[in-house]
């Protein structure tokens, strides 16, 4: 089943681990005998200064996050997920599914194909990432839960775990953070539930021990540490839509010409690339332009 | 009410300019550090967030100086200048960096400031302090006089529409937004407090 995408970005595009590690390294090793100044020899300062098309580096990647359950500002997720308890995961997979119930990690994922992919992030925000994720298909999990006919949307949600998360109860959110997809979606083979970055498993910040990625979609939609999957008829509501329907649509696909009332979505910064990486277009789809069928006959000024 | 002396003596030691270099100092080692990778993984974000906030904060401590005076009687109107210039210069580099780091394009801040209703806002707010800024010397406040008191009354709606812009792209978050507000409410209206007027003696005798 799995292998049904080819990456457009390869691994020429993502820096080797083994160099940036050795970076770091050859740094550390600068100021422990003083020849940096301690000043520069962060994880940023760090990170190779690379062209826009490169993945960003796993210090990037885990250090600024949204995860909004820890706080509302990009470090907050390093600084506060850590106390997050992924141990004995598990996932409740209910509606209308053939195979209902309360499954380990290795029940629902175990034995299918970690594939790398490496995709593009674009938030609504209108900053990007590169992203090299290790992650199986969903629609190869959703065949040994068995989708049943009438199923029309695949509803996830987030742990919520008040005594770890400090931004938990804040007011204006609503958590549990929700998430959907239209079946056909859920089914394409872009999307995936990824449980590693750069083959190590995920930080907790980004989502770990699970969590969903939808390349062609902003990335609020790609929601994290799931703990909850249903099969659905009918749309259910999902976080941000709630909050402000008016800004955030259901679909959420990746689309330059729809303006966020916010943000120009017709570009994007990417982050990573320093204070004058700039800033280059924002692609339909997020370049990602085989998910177009999905929409044929769809105005998607209105299903934003 | 008084404030203790050593206070008002300590406020009255301070130079004026350190105000302005300290501004420098601010926007230098903030630019000094995105450049050398230590704002994090978005520095321009980051240097615009700062920037912005910093010019805000710098406004409200000028919207500060008149009701400390009044209600405390410390007296620190001969920093309002340096406080509303810098606030002026940050706000400068704030615009400077959203157009040259992030946007890199005039058509692209065009097209920002007419469709974005929160920069649109912040535009206005920053286009209304120019005047304010060009008028801020003891040469125009002797030529203005009255009138320059008045002009530069337009500071409370430029820093309600500093808040307006900044309020409008904050996402999730409700109580620093609603913090800002409170504050700044309380400092306008404490220009509404009525004076108390001096007894009038009534029985004097002759």
């Known amino acids: ?304 | 009410m008084q404030p203790p002396r050593w206070l008002q003596d300590a406020v009255r030691r301070v130079p004026v300019w350190l105000i302005y270099l300290g501004t420098a100092l601010w926007l230098g080692g903030l630019f000094a550090m995105a450049l050398f990778g230590r704002l994090g993984v978005d520095p321009v974000a980051e240097l615009i967030a700062q920037y912005g906030k910093g010019a805000l904060n710098m406004l409200i401590a000028g919207l500060a100086i008149t009701p400390l005076r009044r209600f405390t009687g410390l007296n620190l109107l001969r920093f309002r200048r340096a406080v509303g210039l810098s606030a002026f210069f940050i706000l400068c580099a704030h615009l400077a960096v959203f157009a040259v780091l992030d946007l890199q394009s005039l058509s692209r801040l065009g097209v920002e400031i007419a469709e974005r209703p929160f920069i649109t806002i912040g535009m206005l707010g920053f286009v209304l302090l120019i005047p304010l800024a060009l008028t801020s010397t003891d040469r125009a406040i002797r030529k203005m006089g009255r009138n320059w008191t008045k002009l530069h009354r337009l500071t409370y709606v430029v820093i309600l529409l500093g808040w307006l812009h900044y309020e409008w792209q904050v996402r999730g978050e409700v109580v620093e937004p609603l913090t800002y507000l409170t504050i700044i409410l309380i400092l306008l209206g404490l220009r509404f407090v009525p004076r108390k007027r001096a007894p009038l003696h009534k029985n004097v005798s002759l």
């Not at chain 1, 390869?10 to 005998?33: C, E, G, H, W, Y």
């Not at chain 1, 003083?34 to 994880?43: D, K, M, Y």
């Not at chain 1, 298909?137 to 006919?149: H, K, M, N, S």
């Open chain 1, 1 to 304: 089943m799995a292998h049904r995408w080819t990456n457009d970005l390869t691994r020429a595009d993502v820096t080797p681990k083994s160099i940036f590690a050795n970076r770091r390294q050859v740094l550390a090793a600068m100021a422990a005998t003083g020849f940096a100044a301690p000043a520069f020899t962060g994880p940023a300062f760090a990170a190779p200064v690379f062209a826009r098309d490169e993945a960003n580096t796993l210090d990037q990647i885990r250090s600024y996050n949204n995860f909004y359950e820890f706080g509302f500002q990009k470090e907050d997720p390093a600084r506060n997920a850590g106390q997050m308890v992924t141990d004995n995961w598990q996932i409740e997979v209910s509606g209308l599914v053939d195979n209902p119930g309360t499954y380990t990690l290795d029940e629902l994922i175990g034995g299918l194909t970690v594939e790398e992919r490496i995709y593009r992030l674009r938030c609504v925000e209108a900053w990007s990432m590169i992203i090299p994720w290790n992650g199986i298909e969903l629609a190869d999990v959703l065949a040994r839960i068995g989708v049943q006919d009438g199923a029309r949307y695949v509803a996830f949600e987030t742990t919520l775990q008040p005594d770890n998360m400090p931004n938990a109860g804040a007011y204006g959110m609503d958590f549990p953070y929700v998430e959907a997809l239209r079946l056909d979606e859920a089914l394409h083979p872009l999307t995936i539930l990824a449980t590693g970055i750069y083959d190590e498993p995920l930080a907790n910040q980004n989502g770990a021990p699970i969590r969903l990625v939808v390349p062609w979609k902003y990335g609020f939609k790609s929601i994290k540490s799931i703990i909850r999957i249903s099969l659905l008829a009918e749309q259910p509501p999902t976080t941000w839509q709630r909050i402000d329907s008016h800004e955030y649509g259901f679909y959420a696909n990746v689309n330059p010409t729809v303006n966020h009332p916010r943000w120009s979505q017709a570009s994007e910064r990417p982050v990573g690339a320093g204070l004058f990486g700039g800033r280059r277009d924002t692609l339909m789809f997020n370049g990602y332009d085989e998910v177009a069928p999905l929409y044929a006959g769809m105005d998607l000024r209105v299903d934003y």
